[in-house]
């Protein structure tokens, strides 16, 4: 009679026991996949991304290269750095500190000199969107990424999100909306002085020789980055942009509106950028020959089939953690267990992305299509 009990008992304790050792043995693992990063740069206000991963404890910084005083007083308060961590520039940083991987939050001029002063120590980058400020800057990077045989990645925030994923496995995995025939992306907001980004950030945003255009640039990429992955990584035939500077008084170095047109051997891709939206905007729509999906938003998804009824409006499936963000997907491929391939992020994908923007500012400049070679 008391015998059962107390086999139970002792069975619940076993059983606490093996669950408290497995969970301390995954914290163990995390705790050693966590990834030791060095900053470059501090005037991109995606920087807030990484300091908030910081804060969480997902991330060692164990670097910051900065020159800027004001800045590195505003993030050593907000954030409680100690004074150790900080660098005047990425150089003097490797020398004392190897880090995993080198993330890059400064102006898209600057993006070469980080592989440039990372590359040879065999140490690979992340920068933020877009890839570089022209081909010929790509091209330097992809060549010190081969010589050194490392990983130069591209960050994008639509990258993470669960509807951009499901509908490239409808697209590319179920085919269960046909070949694609035409894809539409919208992205921006009301324009950065608007949204009341930093001033560090807007400087150098609406600076031609650092950003390389306006609106084109800052949110043309996310269209081209998205259409080449759709494409499995093919160059469209040619690029017709059209831009305008509709706020000359607020912007008048760059465009603040952007039209991109890419022809596709079977397909067209439409890129609407701007800082004219009446709100925040980050969506895609593609049609295939029997069906249409949109990604309305970071989570939802619309869909309509050929012979069906109305519209269906539903929440994208979770992603794969590995997939989820910036970090855990860069942990998995410095480890070896993913191939970046044409992935979003990828140096492949988004050499083109490069080469699409530099011939959408050839072709808004010269109101001429440009044929890619």
């Given at each position: 009679?008391?015998?059962?009990?107390?086999?139970?008992?002792?069975?619940?304790?076993?059983?606490?026991?093996?669950?408290?050792?497995?969970?301390?043995?995954?914290?163990?693992?995390?705790?050693?996949?966590?990834?030791?990063?060095?900053?470059?740069?501090?005037?991109?206000?995606?920087?807030?991304?990484?300091?908030?991963?910081?804060?969480?404890?997902?991330?060692?910084?164990?670097?910051?290269?900065?020159?800027?005083?004001?800045?590195?007083?505003?993030?050593?308060?907000?954030?409680?750095?100690?004074?150790?961590?900080?660098?005047?520039?990425?150089?003097?940083?490797?020398?004392?500190?190897?880090?995993?991987?080198?993330?890059?939050?400064?102006?898209?001029?600057?993006?070469?000199?980080?592989?440039?002063?990372?590359?040879?120590?065999?140490?690979?980058?992340?920068?933020?969107?877009?890839?570089?400020?022209?081909?010929?800057?790509?091209?330097?990077?992809?060549?010190?990424?081969?010589?050194?045989?490392?990983?130069?990645?591209?960050?994008?925030?639509?990258?993470?999100?669960?509807?951009?994923?499901?509908i490239y496995k409808n697209v590319?995995?179920?085919?269960?909306?046909?070949?694609?025939?035409?894809?539409?992306?919208?992205?921006?907001?009301?324009?950065?002085?608007?949204?009341?980004?930093?001033?560090?950030?807007?400087?150098?945003?609406?600076?031609?020789?650092?950003?390389?255009?306006?609106?084109?640039?800052?949110?043309?990429?996310?269209?081209?980055?998205?259409?080449?992955?759709?494409?499995?990584?093919?160059?469209?035939?040619?690029?017709?942009?059209?831009?305008?500077?509709?706020?000359?008084?607020?912007?008048?170095?760059?465009?603040?509106?952007?039209?991109?047109?890419?022809?596709?051997?079977?397909?067209?891709?439409?890129?609407?950028?701007?800082?004219?939206?009446?709100?925040?905007?980050?969506?895609?729509?593609?049609?295939?020959?029997?069906?249409?999906?949109?990604?309305?938003?970071e989570k939802n998804l619309r869909?309509?089939?050929?012979?069906?009824?109305?519209?269906?409006?539903?929440?994208?499936?979770?992603?794969?953690?590995?997939?989820?963000?910036?970090?855990?997907?860069?942990?998995?491929?410095?480890?070896?267990?993913?191939?970046?391939?044409?992935?979003?992020?990828?140096?492949?994908?988004?050499?083109?992305?490069?080469?699409?923007?530099?011939?959408?500012?050839?072709?808004?400049?010269?109101?001429?299509?440009?044929?890619?070679?």
């Open positions: 009679m008391i015998r059962e009990p107390y086999c139970i008992v002792k069975l619940l304790l076993r059983f606490n026991c093996l669950t408290i050792c497995l969970l301390l043995s995954s914290l163990l693992v995390l705790a050693q996949a966590k990834l030791s990063v060095a900053v470059a740069g501090l005037n991109h206000d995606h920087v807030y991304l990484i300091m908030n991963s910081y804060q969480k404890a997902d991330v060692n910084i164990i670097g910051i290269a900065e020159n800027n005083q004001e800045l590195v007083n505003r993030f050593k308060t907000r954030y409680k750095i100690p004074d150790s961590v900080f660098y005047h520039n990425l150089t003097d940083l490797l020398r004392h500190k190897k880090p995993d991987v080198v993330l890059a939050y400064n102006a898209i001029s600057d993006h070469l000199a980080v592989v440039e002063a990372a590359a040879p120590l065999g140490i690979s980058v992340m920068v933020e969107k877009p890839l570089a400020i022209s081909v010929k800057q790509a091209e330097r990077m992809a060549a010190l990424a081969s010589q050194y045989k490392i990983h130069v990645f591209t960050n994008y925030e639509t990258t993470w999100y669960p509807s951009n994923q499901e590319k995995q179920t085919n269960s909306i046909g070949p694609l025939r035409k894809m539409i992306v919208h992205d921006g907001h009301q324009g950065p002085k608007e949204i009341g980004v930093s001033k560090e950030f807007l400087s150098w945003l609406t600076d031609p020789n650092k950003n390389g255009a306006g609106a084109l640039v800052d949110f043309g990429c996310y269209g081209a980055n998205l259409m080449t992955w759709l494409m499995d990584g093919q160059k469209p035939i040619s690029v017709t942009a059209i831009t305008h500077q509709i706020k000359k008084d607020v912007y008048p170095n760059v465009d603040d509106d952007a039209t991109i047109l890419l022809e596709y051997a079977s397909a067209t891709g439409i890129i609407e950028a701007s800082w004219n939206w009446p709100f925040s905007i980050k969506d895609m729509e593609v049609f295939g020959t029997i069906g249409y999906m949109q990604a309305i938003n869909s309509k089939t050929t012979g069906k009824g109305d519209y269906q409006i539903y929440q994208a499936q979770p992603l794969n953690p590995v997939y989820a963000n910036h970090l855990n997907y860069l942990a998995a491929v410095l480890k070896g267990d993913i191939d970046p391939g044409n992935d979003l992020s990828s140096l492949a994908n988004n050499l083109i992305v490069v080469k699409i923007l530099e011939a959408a500012k050839t072709s808004a400049k010269t109101g001429k299509k440009v044929l890619l070679k």
